[in-house]
């Protein structure tokens, strides 16, 4: 596709990126909101999330601060186009120290989520974004889709009186 195509695409979309405010959602929002589209970040802020409002600098993004496990997601989602969930508890140690908040914010608001999506904007794309963390420690850099899957909380393969169920480890494309 064209920059001019690109640009078609998204001019005037109604674009919302859950944890718009970190690293990855910022640069997603600026991206969009350069190609027309009606950006809104929802980013709870949290101090220690890498979360910062002069991420957004110089974009044309309207943000909300809010929690993605609390705040009113109707008015925010009600006519979308599309939606790139970022919003995440990204850190390894973070989900071993409370994991309560972990599944809260990572499992029970992604659900949320998509409900309010079903109901606000039904026709609307979700984009859910994953994590590094996927694939472990890295073997060579930078990691690629090819990389090995070795999560840190996952079982090795070879390990003896696996219970069923338990997240293995595996190899991508497998």
């Known amino acids: 596709m064209t920059d001019a195509g690109r640009a078609a ?10 944890g718009g405010a970190g690293f990855l959602g910022s640069a ?10 009606r950006v809104t970040a929802l980013d709870a802020m949290f101090e220690d999330g890498g979360a910062n409002i002069a991420n957004l600098e110089g974009a044309s993004v309207l943000l909300v601060r809010g929690d993605i496990r609390d705040v009113e997601l109707h008015s925010l989602c009600q006519g979308v186009d599309v939606v790139f969930n970022m919003a995440a508890q990204t850190s390894h140690m973070g989900g071993q120290k409370d994991p309560v908040a972990d599944i809260a914010i990572n499992a029970v608001s992604q659900v949320r989520l ?57 190899v991508a494309g497998e």
Not at 9 to 18: C, E, I, M, Q, Y
Not at 137 to 145: A, G, K
Not at 155 to 164: E, L, N, S
């Open 9 to 18: 695409h998204w001019r005037g979309k109604r674009v919302l990126v859950t």
């Open 28 to 37: 997603l929002c600026h991206a969009l909101a350069g190609l027309g589209a």
């Open 114 to 170: 998509i409900q309010v999506m079903r109901e606000a904007a039904p026709k609307a794309t979700v984009v859910h974004a994953s994590t590094r963390q996927f694939y472990g420690r890295p073997t060579d850099l930078p990691v690629d889709e090819l990389h090995p899957v070795n999560p840190p909380d996952a079982v090795p393969d070879t390990a003896p009186d696996v219970p069923p169920g338990a997240p293995r480890r595996a």
